[in-house]
């Protein structure tokens, strides 16, 4: 009796095979991630100017900035200067520490960093979220200074990489031990696994507007 190989789609599936089709698939869900963010970015900078609010220079580049040296450097002196301060006050104070390390990442990095307004969404929650409607209502005349809001903040690179200095305060129990260690989240929105930004405008004039940004000399 001759023997007859099985077809192709009868045939086992081999390591190599397998590996390649789940790196294909965290490959395609990275890049829609890293995708949705740019776009969300680019509609936050196009809100911002039409609610007459100063849009901050932004020019996108597809140079990465987080190497592991960089992320190293960047974690040990925010984890000294951060790490004086509570993490209570660190979470109530997100808007005003975000300002201030802008400065000191900026040397550092010799990059432009925008200050970036919007919410976070890890598995089905969203966290700190304020939908749009209400944001703007708060810009409207006659309206009183708000003394809490949900809403985050972070930095936003030319690479559209992402750097949190807060968010291990005010969410512990969802941050990695390492993310609590180092008082930071610095990385590309494509490979951060289990959370998601989502930009809502961009620059700090809208948290000076509402009376919610209290600004350090620290840094």
Same mark, same amino acid.
């Given at each position: ?23 294909? %698939? @965290? ?7 890293? $995708? @949705? ?12 100017? &039409?609610? *007459? ?22 974690? @040990? ?16 104070? $997100?808007? *005003? ?5 802008? /400065?000191?990442?900026? @040397?550092?990095?010799? &990059?432009?960093?925008?200050?970036? =307004? ?18 703007? $209502?708060?810009?409207?005349? *006659? ?5 809490? +809001? ?14 949190? &200095? ?11 031990? %390492? ?7 610095? /990385?590309?929105? /494509? ?11 961009? /620059? ?7 009376? +919610? =940004? ?6």
């Amino acid at each position: 009796m001759s023997r007859i190989d099985h077809p192709a789609y009868m045939r086992p599936l081999t390591l190599p095979w397998i590996r390649r089709l789940f790196s294909s %698939k @965290r490959s395609d869900t990275s890049q829609h991630a890293a $995708r @949705r963010y740019e776009v969300a970015f680019e509609s936050a900078q196009a809100r911002s100017l &039409v609610w *007459g609010l100063h849009r901050s220079r932004f020019d996108p580049t597809s140079a990465r900035f987080a190497s592991q040296e960089v992320i190293a450097m960047v974690r @040990r002196e925010l984890s000294h200067d951060i790490g004086e301060i509570s993490a209570d006050l660190v979470a109530r104070e $997100r808007f *005003g520490i975000t300002t201030a390390v802008r /400065g000191l990442l900026e @040397r550092m990095l010799r &990059v432009p960093l925008v200050y970036t =307004l919007g919410y976070v969404q890890q598995g089905d929650q969203k966290l700190l979220h304020t939908p749009l409607e209400e944001l703007e $209502r708060m810009l409207l005349p *006659g309206n009183a200074a708000v003394a809490q +809001i949900n809403l985050h903040a972070w930095l936003t690179l030319s690479s559209h990489e992402i750097i949190d &200095v807060t968010y291990w305060a005010a969410f512990p129990e969802l941050c990695s031990r %390492k993310e609590q260690e180092s008082k930071v989240l610095f /990385g590309h929105p /494509g490979q951060i696994e289990g959370r998601s930004y989502h930009p809502q405008l961009v /620059g700090e004039e809208f948290v000076r507007k509402v009376g +919610i =940004l209290k600004e350090y000399e620290k840094w």
